[in-house]
Structures are given as C-alpha cells and as structure tokens.
C-alpha cells in the first residue's frame, strides 16, 4: 500500500468540506458517484440509491431552516485512518461541525465522517460517506 | 424519590446493534442476518470497503473471515460502549457507539482502541434492524 492516500482522493476530500461550508450543491455533487449511501445524524438517518445526495441535501437545508440556523462551518481536524485497495479506497476523518443560529447561540459537533472511494476508469469518486456524532 | 434501577434496554435500537455484535463475537453469521433489513449497506475500513444488497451482512463476514485467514488473524471481538447517540425519528434510528477490537495476529493479541460504530436502522414488523453500519477505525496496538 502507498504511504499516502492519492492526491485526488485528497483533492475530494477538500471538496466535500468546501462544499458543505459555501452550500455549494452542484460542487458536493462533483464528488459523489450516482449511486450512494449516506447516513447523517438528522431526519431519516440514511438515503440510498441515484438521488440519495439530493434528498440529503434537501433534508439538511430543511432541517436548518426548521432550526433557524443561520450557518454551519465544518472543519476538517484530519486523517484518522485510511486504505486503498486496487480501485477502491477508505477513509475516517475527524471534524467538527459548528452550527451558528439566528439568535446568535454556537452548536459545536465534534464527529467522523467516514467515506468509502471508488476509481472508474481514471476518476475516483465517493461512493458515500456516514457522519458519526460524537456530542 | 425512586430506588428502582433502570431497566436494560432490550427492545430499542441500541439493543439491536448489541445482539448483532454479540452474534459476531460468537462467530454467528446468521444471527448477525436476523438484525440485518434488506437491503442494507457496510461501510467497512477492510477491502472492498463497501457491502450493499440484500446479502451484504454475510457477504461482509465472509469476507471479514477471508481477510482474517490472509492475515492470520483469529479470535475476533468487539466491545461497544454506551451509545454517543441514541436517536429514534419515527421509524428510524440512528445510533453511533464507541467500540474497541481485539484479535490474534500471528497469536499475538492486539487491541484496536478509539474505533466508532455508527448505525443507521428501520423499524420493520415492530422491530429495529440496520440498515448501514459504517466502521471508523480506531488505532491498533500490541497487548502488553
């Protein structure tokens, strides 16, 4: 196995949390595979299946306007653990998700995001990724 | 004031994960099945990573027993501590439990510590059954 994830595994990684902090869709969408499982700690918990990342994402934007959410910032703590294995790769990543409400009050969510890769032809793309809350 | 203790949870989701636990710890695949819903989906630190479909639950422990012959490792065991969270949503719930893994490499005991268990789970015929685990891995050292 090499010392390193692939910097395009890495590059995605970067995007995911780029993503998630400007509430880029179409930017998160570049990520993923059609085909993906996600499990979130809100609403439904799991979505499966080619619009699974639109139904998350729909999710989660209700679920901060119900919550009268003003911003959320996810910040990437680092690599806990990784693997790659031929066309497919591993990864768990410490983050901790701060939630910033209208009335001014912080939520800070330490938690892991794990995510599973997988390379076609020359592109490796998520195949999906669980968030574990950890507070 | 009350005296009485709290009851073991034996029905919640929590309680689900903790049989499916129990049943790998006891090398028995099936058992693990029964807390499976179909389909469910592995998202594993161990290659391929990923197990989705109706079969993912023993094609994961077929594989997990596969890569343990590979690297000679035996004696599996895992150890789930009390739950991070425990949420019900209706019919779904979401549970993520600190875990530590023992094993045997080459006889040798090691211990992974820090690992977490997230559990995505449906309520099916007035039962929980999991739907998605994935597995954070934790770091692994040798037994003193």
Request: charged share 20%.
């Amino acid at each position: 196995m090499p010392d390193e994830l692939p910097d395009e595994i890495t590059a995605l990684i970067h995007t995911v949390f780029e993503a998630f902090n400007s509430k880029n869709f179409e930017l998160m969408k570049g990520v993923y595979h059609d085909d993906v499982v996600i499990v979130d700690g809100f609403g439904s918990f799991r979505w499966i299946g080619p619009s699974a990342l639109n139904q998350w994402w729909a999710e989660a934007e209700k679920w901060a306007q119900e919550g009268g959410v003003e911003k959320e910032h996810l910040a990437n703590q680092g690599i806990l653990a990784w693997g790659l294995n031929g066309n497919r790769a591993y990864a768990s990543i410490s983050a901790v998700l701060t939630i910033t409400l209208k009335n001014g009050n912080q939520i800070v969510r330490p938690g892991t995001l794990t995510y599973s890769f997988a390379r076609a032809g020359d592109r490796w793309r998520a195949e999906g990724h669980t968030w574990g809350r950890l507070s | 004031m009350s005296t009485a203790k709290a009851l073991p949870d034996t029905t919640g989701p929590a309680a689900t994960v903790r049989q499916y636990i129990e049943s790998f710890n006891r090398g028995d695949p099936k058992g693990m099945a029964m807390m499976c819903a179909a389909p469910m989906s592995i998202l594993d630190g161990m290659a391929p990573h990923v197990w989705h479909g109706a079969t993912a639950c023993e094609d994961w422990y077929r594989d997990a027993m596969l890569e343990g012959e590979h690297l000679s490792a035996t004696d599996y065991s895992v150890t789930l501590g009390e739950p991070k969270h425990n949420n019900i949503t209706g019919d779904s719930a979401y549970v993520v439990l600190p875990t530590t893994m023992s094993f045997k490499l080459h006889g040798k005991g090691i211990t992974q510590t820090g690992a977490y268990f997230t559990v995505a789970l449906r309520k099916v015929d007035d039962a929980w059954r999991i739907v998605s685990w994935a597995w954070t891995k934790g770091a692994a050292a040798a037994d003193a």
